[in-house]
């Protein structure tokens, strides 16, 4: 389950790398997820090695701060959207997504073995703020979001 998860971890480090890639992505958020990147290599050790002690509170608050300045200019969500938006939004949802997994396996790692409360926080305000980027990158990318529409039509019957 260890292995798992900063196995994981390491992956949704990889998927950032792919979000930074791509060309659209803002100055603020680039260093937003290089100082990511920098996280998750700590937070992975601090997975791989029993007892140690990595991720602080300040690093859940950054990413808080984070957040909340970038979803500040966002327009308030009324519906539910796809991962979609362009490709840099598309990579971001992907990371997103890769994360919350990392989410699991440290939650499931948790059930057996000790590891502190800062990690599983550290990777929930993550995901988040991983959602709020992408939302952003759909704006640069390709202009718009993907909104779910349930009433669309379920196909010739």
Not at 15 to 35: E, P, S, W
Not at 50 to 73: Q, T, W
Not at 103 to 123: F, K, W
Request: glycine share 8%; hydrophobic share 45%; charged share 30%.
């Amino acid at each position: 389950m260890r292995v798992e998860a900063y196995g994981t971890v390491d992956e949704a480090n990889s998927a950032i790398g792919m979000v930074l890639a791509n060309d659209v992505v803002r100055d603020d958020i680039r260093r937003c997820l290089t100082d990511v990147q920098h996280d998750l290599f700590e937070l992975g050790g601090e997975l791989c090695i029993p007892g140690s002690e990595a991720i602080a509170a300040g690093f859940i608050s950054r990413l808080e701060r984070d957040l909340d300045r970038l979803n500040a200019d966002l327009p308030p969500l009324k519906d539910f959207i796809l991962p979609g938006g362009g490709h840099a939004a598309s990579t971001c949802h992907l990371a997103r997504t890769i994360v919350r997994r990392a989410e699991r396996r440290v939650a499931t790692l948790m059930t057996t073995e000790v590891v502190r409360d800062e990690v599983l926080r550290y990777l929930n305000r993550l995901s988040d703020l991983l959602f709020v980027i992408a939302r952003v990158l759909a704006r640069v990318d390709s202009g718009q979001e993907v909104i779910w529409n349930r009433d669309r039509v379920q196909g010739d019957d």
